[in-house]
């Protein structure tokens, strides 16, 4: 048996506490990883799973330290290694793949320096061989004109490209281990689908021994060989990929592979349908007043939508579709240019001005990041006392009392009311900002990406949360998010938006199954399913390499021709995309006719 | 956070310099009824005297006791630039806070209006200003509250945009809240540390202004004295090392350095709500 390329025994990591207390970080956590395997470390935020990854490379953030245990790379022990040691160890035979390209780039620098840096500081090949093996990694990582790229700076790639070149600087001095920190969370679905299929390509190409740090189990079924599961710095299960995910036997891990699921939460739409919030041709964006009226950037582009009293729609897209624009159109915040919103049977006014205070408090907005959405200086008690006495003149200890029952509602306890944001964590963040907004009594409510922020655990049970105050208090949502799983869980009906037009709208049955619209099929298509050999699965329609959105966006034209694999020459790039409906609701807005559609998408595995 | 525990966060730099400040704040608040002689009376035939057990602080180039006129002085530089630093950080921060909450071309036009103001040196302006209505302590209050709204202006403009674009500004305004509401309640309590530092600053920076005035004879006229007009009036003594001309001068400058002090060590310390990280 040969003996393991990474060892690690007994790690501990401890912090100081503001109070001068101990605090374990990680404990006793420890595992093998033969040459040529891909070790998963999985949990949650807080897990440890980033400072067990840091401490292969020998280095514990600052105010951390690693007290005990042994991290054996290649037979020597990292952690007796003295400063010059680490130096040499770290870029050299140990590489790290950071979350946030964008933030790991320096921006001043062309990418090919940045790239080449590692092998001559290490000095491992010349400049001429450096470079050479780059635009090899380059082809291997399927990036655009390896040729040229280097020459670009960090501004002139997309993010999933950015994050494909920080694999490259990693892999330049060939690294006995590669640490991958959580390297698709920031990525759009479909993007993510060609950084992972990259990556798996040069990590198996190479026969490289990787460590993939990641909270989505879907993405490490597709990435490594083993997995192990962190919670609250100790292991709680560390087995193959196919027994943690099909049989796991730790109760937590059973709990993650069933977050990872999501299963539908609302019920049966009500019978009666009364429309509460329609809008009719609405046209927004920012920018300048041209002299046709319409703002220089629009972001949305003729859009029609209902939400039924009682209904939860569901917006999708990737960034930049619109999707939050479409919510602050609604709350207010962005003008529309023309077009119309109506609440209530009642046109509302397109500026915030001439909004009345009754209608501000029947439509409320949650916004996506609980971290900032609450004013770090005031307490809870004050941050949910203030709707109250807005909207409804409650004061005293009539408003205590509603604090306590909107606390109680979101299943915090009453305790949190005289802390401040900073001292809760981002789930319970988030419940109060979704507790302030049920503190007006809405009877609307604008979910923008609410979970996106949250792990999955605790996001699934925010989903739960939304799902009963909706059949208890019957509020209706707009449910605004970048993944399709989560929004056909609690929503009766889905509209994706591209570049700022709905190309798919359908109620939930319906958007079950085929024809969709290109751009819907490739949506729900990269989702990562918890299922191994999913991405080798891939139909083939999936498979090519995208250009941003929006690039090269004829006026008039389908929105998605540039990006679409089944476009067809001569129909598609001359006239607009007409809007198709099927007879049970749905509305696709493209060319191709839906028998085929559906015959295409039916075809895939 | 009790102020116990405050004093103890509080790094060594940090309690000399809070020490100094409450040393002065005291004198000022004290000092003339501490003082042993009237602040105008001649109680020595010894001119420029040096350190000596009935005249602590020596005596001035009249023969006056150098203690009671320090006493005295330190009310009128200290009493002159709080009032003015107060009226400039409130008035800089009240305007800074409807320009950057109305946005738009109000907060354009008072910009470009307080742009303007900053580029009149404030010497300058003080100089005008005395030539034009004469000294009084009045008029030098309102003078360097004049020259140092502007910069406090900028300052707290700077953090009212910053603290304007976040979520819960936007949350407040998608409420329906009004921009009085969202300038005093939301914004406000998110900028008052980095405005209590500049506070501190404007008070150095007027102190330092009133005591050039005063050396060059157009601040605190005579009788009254503040320490800037003893450093003047005493200038002939430099030559003799006279205690007179030395201890005004080392009074400015422990008040300004005791300030500077404090608020490096008050605004030097870690932020809280820098929480959280990716792991």
């Given at each position: ?5 990474v060892?690690v025994?007994g790690l501990?990591v ?13 404990d ?11 070790l ?17 490379l020998?280095?514990?953030?600052p ?7 042994r ?8 952690l007796?290694?003295d ?5 040499r160890?770290r870029?050299?035979k ?7 390209a964008?933030?790991?780039f320096?921006?001043m ?7 080449t840096?590692a092998a001559?500081i290490?000095?491992?090949a010349?400049?001429?061989?450096a470079?050479?093996?780059a635009?090899?990694l ?5 990036l655009?004109d390896?040729e040229?790229?280097g020459r670009?700076y960090?501004?002139q790639v997309?993010?999933g ?12 001095t060939?690294?006995?281990l ?8 920031a990525?759009?679905?479909t ?13 198996r ?11 989505d189990?879907a ?12 919670n609250g710095g100790?292991?709680?299960e ?9 049989h796991?036997?730790d109760?937590?891990?059973?709990m993650?592979?069933?977050a990872?699921?999501p ?5 049966a ?6 429309p ?9 964006g ?8 319409l703002?220089?950037?629009r972001?949305?582009?003729d ?24 919510a602050?159109v ?14 209530a ?7 915030m001005?001439r ?11 949650v916004?996506?990041n609980a971290d900032t ?10 941050i ?16 205590r009392?509603?604090?306590a029952?909107?606390l ?6 009453a305790?949190v009311?005289t ?9 319970q963040k988030?419940r109060?900002?979704?507790?302030r ?5 809405p009877?609307?409510i604008l ?6 922020a949250?792990?999955t655990?605790?996001g ?7 799902a009963?105050l ?5 509020v209706?949502?707009?449910f605004i998010?970048?993944d399709?799983?989560?929004v056909?869980a ?18 939930r ?6 024809p969709?619209?290109?751009y819907a ?5 990269s989702v ?8 080798d699965a ?6 090519a ?10 006026e ?5 021709l540039?990006?679409c694999a089944i ?7 001359s006239a ?7 007879p ?8 191709v006719p839906?028998a ?5 998408q039916?075809?895939?595995? | ?6 004093l103890k966060?509080?790094a ?5 310099g809070?020490?100094?400040v ?6 000022a608040?004290f000092g003339?009824?501490l003082?042993p002689?009237?602040v105008g009376?001649?109680?020595?035939q ?5 350190f000596?057990?009935?005249?602590p602080?020596g ?6 006791d150098?203690?009671?006129?320090i006493?005295?002085g330190s009310?009128?530089?200290i009493?002159?630039?709080l009032?003015a630093a107060l009226?400039?950080s ?7 806070l ?6 738009g071309?109000?907060d354009?036009?008072v910009?470009?209006v307080?742009?303007?103001?900053i580029s009149?040196?404030?010497k ?12 009084s302590?009045?008029?030098l209050?309102?003078?360097?509250a004049?020259?140092y709204?502007?910069?406090?202006f900028?300052?707290?403009r700077s ?9 819960f ?7 329906g809240?009004?921009n ?12 008052v540390?980095?405005m ?10 007027v ?5 050039g ?5 157009l ?10 007009s ?7 003594g430099?030559f ?7 201890v005004?001068?080392v009074?400015?400058?422990t ?5 500077n002090?404090l ?5 030097g ?10 792991s």
């Open positions: 048996m040969t003996k393991p390329l060892r025994e501990r401890t912090a100081k506490g503001p109070d001068g207390a101990t605090l374990v970080l990680v006793d956590v420890g595992f093998e990883i033969p040459r040529g395997e891909v998963a470390l999985i949990g949650e935020s807080g897990s440890g799973k980033t400072t067990v990854a840091l401490a292969l020998a280095y514990a953030r105010g951390c330290r690693i007290s005990g245990g991290v054996e790379i290649d037979g020597t022990d990292v007796a290694l400063e010059a040691g680490r130096q160890l870029g050299r140990v590489a790290y793949i950071a979350q946030s964008a933030a790991a320096n921006p620098k062309t990418l090919m320096d940045q790239v840096e001559l290490h000095g491992t010349t400049r001429e061989a470079e050479a093996k635009v090899q380059f082809r291997d990582l399927a655009p390896p040229g790229i670009r960090p501004h997309s993010g490209q950015l994050q494909r070149l920080m694999a490259a600087m990693a892999l330049i060939d690294p006995d590669v640490v991958l920190d959580e390297p698709t969370t990525l759009d679905v993007t993510q689908i060609e950084v992972l299929r990259a990556f798996r390509a040069v990590v190409g190479r026969g490289a021994t990787a460590v993939y740090v990641s909270h189990l993405v490490v079924a597709q990435m490594a060989d083993r997995i192990v599961v962190l100790k292991i709680r560390s087995d193959t990929v196919d027994t943690v995910i099909n796991p036997k109760e937590y891990t059973r993650l592979v069933a990872a699921r299963q539908p939460r609302g019920e739409r009500p019978e009666k349908e009364t509460l919030l329609e809008v009719r041709g609405l046209v927004a920012y920018g300048r007043t041209g002299p046709d009226g703002p220089a950037v972001v949305l582009e859009i029609d939508l209902v939400v039924a009293k009682g209904a939860a729609v569901g917006v999708i897209g990737e960034s930049g579709c619109g999707k939050t624009t479409l602050r609604v709350a207010g915040l962005v003008p529309a240019a023309r077009g119309e919103v109506r609440f049977g009642e046109a509302l006014p397109a500026e001005s909004r009345s205070r009754e209608q501000f408090r029947r439509i409320q907005i916004f996506q959405v609450l004013n770090p200086a005031h307490s809870i008690e004050r949910l006392a203030r709707p109250l006495a807005f909207y409804r003149g409650l004061k005293g200890t009539a408003a009392a509603r604090i029952q909107l109680d509602l979101v299943k915090l306890p305790s009311a802390r401040r944001p900073a001292e809760l964590s981002g789930g988030q109060v900002n979704l507790a907004a049920l503190a007006a009594e009877d609307l979910c923008d990406e609410v979970t996106s949250l792990d655990v605790v699934a049970a925010i989903l739960d949360l939304l009963e909706r059949r208890e208090l019957g209706s949502y707009l998010s970048h399709i799983s989560t056909r609690v929503c009766d009906e889905v509209v994706v938006l591209y570049a700022g037009r709905k190309v798919d709208a359908g109620d049955a319906a958007m079950g199954h085929p969709f619209h290109p099929d490739l949506l729900i298509a990562p399913a918890l299922r191994i050999g999913w991405l891939l139909p083939p329609r999936l498979a390499s995208l250009p941003p959105i929006g690039e090269s966006r004829a008039g034209l389908c929105p998605f540039p990006r476009r067809q020459a001569g129909r598609c790039d607009p995309a007409p809007k198709q409906k099927l049970d609701g749905r509305e696709v807005l493209c060319h839906l085929e559609l559906a015959r295409i039916g075809a895939a595995p | 956070m009790s102020a116990v525990s405050r966060a509080l060594w730099p940090g309690r000399i809070l020490a100094l409450v040393f002065w704040l005291a004198m608040a003339g009824a003082a002689h009237d009376a001649v109680v020595s010894d001119v420029f005297g040096a000596s057990a009935s005249h602080l005596t001035d180039y009249l023969g006056r150098m203690l009671s006129r006493l005295h009310r009128f530089t009493g002159l630039a009032a009226a400039a409130t008035c800089g921060t009240a305007i800074a409807a320009a950057a909450t109305a946005g071309w109000v354009e036009a910009s470009r307080m742009d303007a103001f009149i040196p404030s300058m302006l003080a100089l005008v200003m005395v030539a034009a209505f004469g000294s302590p009045a008029l209050i309102l003078t360097a004049l020259s709204t502007p910069g406090a900028r300052i707290a953090l009212a945009v910053n603290v304007r674009t976040l979520d500004v936007q949350a407040a305004r998608a409420r809240e009004g009085a509401y969202i300038a005093a309640v939301e914004i406000l309590p998110n900028m540390n980095p209590l530092a500049d506070f501190g600053l404007r008070f150095v920076f102190v330092l202004l009133l005591s005035m005063s050396f060059l004879g601040g605190v006229q005579p009788p009254d004295a503040d320490l800037g003893l450093v003047r009036e005493n200038i002939s430099l003799e090392g006279a205690p007179a001309v030395l005004p001068a009074a400015i400058a008040l300004t350095v005791g300030v002090m608020i490096d060590a008050a605004t310390r870690a932020r809280p709500g820098a929480s959280g990280d990716a």
